[in-house]
């Protein structure tokens, strides 16, 4: 069966959330069923007791794993700020990168594009992780 794709983006959100570490989800190969799991909220799934079989069921990655976190801000500032580039790769070689790219992005009129650009690499790249993986989508 495919998974649905609009709730596999929800997951993705979900893996990431807090800048990640604290969420999992699995998806399962044979029924497209998503799985959630916490370390900080209670009464998500209950998982079944064969999860870490991976033959079955696949880890959703999160968005770094994907590519989207520093190589895919540089990708941007490269195709849309080629002026900015330098200062770019600055900003993430310190902590904080995020939030002193944006204020950048917010400086050059640039935050839409940022959104867009964003947006369809995730699309794509989590479109690229399910055939990678061997899931079928729907929606």
């Known amino acids: 069966m495919p998974v649905n794709f609009q709730q596999l983006e929800d ?38 007791d064969d999860i870490e079989d991976t033959g079955k069921y696949v880890s959703v990655p999160s968005k770094r794993n994907l590519g ?11 195709d849309h700020l080629p002026n900015d580039y330098a200062d770019v790769r600055d900003i ?14 917010r400086r050059r009129g640039a935050m839409e594009r940022w959104y867009k650009f964003r947006n369809e ?17 729907a929606g």
């Open 11 to 48: 997951t993705l959100e979900f893996v990431d959330f807090n800048g990640g570490g604290y969420n999992e989800a699995f998806v399962c190969r044979q029924t497209g069923k998503i799985y959630w799991r916490s370390d900080v909220v209670d009464d998500l799934d209950v998982l079944p």
């Open 68 to 78: 989207l976190g520093k190589p895919l801000a540089l990708d941007f500032a490269r």
């Open 92 to 105: 993430f070689d310190r902590r904080g990168a995020f939030g002193k790219f944006e204020a950048l992005l």
């Open 121 to 137: 690499a995730t699309l794509a790249a989590l479109r690229e992780w399910c055939e990678d993986n061997g899931l079928d989508v």
